[in-house]
């Protein structure tokens, strides 16, 4: 792994000159994550796992994006850009990578709310940059066999195989969806998509009580060997 920030620019640039390069771009957000997890727990996950694909696969590795798209978590706590701002902020970030001749791209997702933003943005670049770019946006829930799920049993557990920032006393049931069809899953998911708040009545989606390290371990190493298969079947060279 390449880690960008660390590196000064005559190393920098003799690395993107001998060999085709790809970067990652980690994208969280911050917002309330109930009582018990920190409101940078999307980005502390995704830097985890863009850090860990950077490793295994030699990418260069830029520094995450901590703000998102978080507005449907208001009153409870969050710092959010608009849509458009995220999609400007990574569109120039791209393009800036373009330049220094880095043309393959791997945005890693960390939060459900900035999936809108990034549904087109490969497509979008590829205009943009003449064809010259590749990107991919890929979010890395897609990756684990559980259900998704916000402050609940799987962000939990990651959270506590990754940080020392979890307060397990505090964590308390949030809204379960076990036993309701799935007309009303959907409908709760639009509800969630408006007002977090109004769905989930305490901000947590899942129940974060069984949680446990060493389930986090786990479903980090079943998201990593997924992505690792999703990115090394990708036609990503340009
Ligand atoms: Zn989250």
Request: with cysteine.
């Amino acid at each position: 792994m390449i880690e960008i920030k660390s590196h000064l620019d005559p190393n920098l640039r003799k690395i993107i000159k001998k060999k085709n390069q790809i970067a990652v771009i980690p994208v969280g957000s911050i917002e309330q994550h109930g009582p018990h997890l920190p409101i940078s727990t999307d980005s502390d996950i995704v830097t985890e796992v863009a850090r860990k694909l950077s490793e295994k696969k030699n990418f260069l590795l830029l520094p995450t994006i901590t703000y998102g798209v978080s507005f449907e978590h208001t009153p409870f706590f969050n710092l959010s850009i608009k849509e458009s701002t995220l999609h400007s902020i990574l569109t120039d970030l791209c393009l800036s990578l373009l330049a220094n001749n880095i043309k393959t791209v791997f945005i890693i997702n960390g939060h459900y709310g900035n999936q809108n933003t990034l549904r087109d943005i490969d497509k979008k670049l590829q205009k943009l940059s003449k064809n010259n770019l590749k990107v991919f946006s890929l979010s890395y829930w897609h990756f684990m066999q559980r259900e998704f799920d916000h402050g609940g049993f799987v962000e939990t557990s990651i959270m506590l195989a990754i940080s020392k920032n979890v307060k397990m006393k505090l964590a308390r049931k949030g809204l379960v969806t076990d036993g309701l069809n799935q007309q009303q899953i959907n409908s709760l998911e639009r509800l969630a998509s408006k007002s977090f708040p109004k769905a989930t009545k305490n901000g947590i989606w899942g129940d974060p009580r069984k949680a446990t390290k060493r389930d986090g371990l786990l479903i980090l190493d079943e998201i990593l060997r997924n992505l690792e298969k999703k990115v090394s079947n990708l036609p990503h060279m340009v």
